[in-house]
């Protein structure tokens, strides 16, 4: 899942530390290793502030753990596939599932996004009121200085772009799944693949419009 799909999934749960948790590790490349190899073996920090972060994070694994099982997820993932392949995008130079897996995910949170403005409005509000000092904190509790260093920078970016709200358009979204890979590959897409990918995305947006809520149900 991606940041409006964890918080849309775990309301009422209205707490900023909690909601900040929650995209710690979607801002913070390489956090499922710390997860796997520090968090589950470390016990909760006794600081509320700080028990309400690392449950955040600890909720995101446990989302993502039923939500990538999902066979209707998979469905999805495979339905963008045969889109980007129909617009003759070449599954030689790019991972297609990869990027189909990270273009579902981004597509809930605009249906989200785009039918409840307001779940947007709020998520942001409520990341908005954690303090980055106490979030700091917790990645000191967890002794990860160039992992801390990483996430202030994503974080501040993320909140003063509010990168959500770019989700309307889809020229945009296309950007955001770019920018995602090449991190991850270090390939990039060619402005021709761009295209391909914008429509492919137009022609999907339909479909995640009538199913993104039963994908969001474990």
Not at 110 to 120: A, F, S
């Amino acid at each position: 899942m991606h940041f409006l799909s964890h918080y849309y999934t775990e309301q009422p749960n209205q707490s900023p530390f909690f909601v900040a948790g929650l995209g710690i590790p979607d801002l913070t490349p390489g956090f499922a290793r710390i997860h796997n190899s520090i968090i589950l073996k470390k016990p909760a920090p006794e600081q509320d502030d700080l028990k309400e972060i690392h449950q955040g994070i600890v909720r995101h694994y446990a989302g993502d753990k039923w939500f990538h099982a999902s066979a209707l997820f998979a469905k999805h993932v495979s339905l963008f596939c045969s889109a980007f392949l129909k617009e003759g995008l070449d599954r030689e130079r790019l991972r297609l599932s990869v990027i189909a897996h990270i273009a579902v995910e981004m597509m809930i949170d605009r249906q989200i996004m785009l039918t409840e403005r307001i779940v947007c409005e709020r998520f942001y509000e409520k990341i908005m009121m954690a303090d980055e000092k106490m979030l700091l904190c917790y990645f000191d509790f967890l002794k990860l200085g160039k992992e801390k260093n990483v996430f202030i920078s994503r974080f501040g970016f993320f909140k003063e772009k509010k990168f959500l709200f770019l989700f309307e358009e889809i020229e945009k979204m296309v950007f955001g799944v770019d920018r995602i890979y090449s991190t991850v590959t270090q390939t990039k897409f060619t402005n021709e693949e761009k295209d391909k990918f914008i429509a492919a995305f137009h022609n999907m947006d339909a479909q995640i419009r009538y199913s993104w809520k039963q994908l969001l149900k474990p």
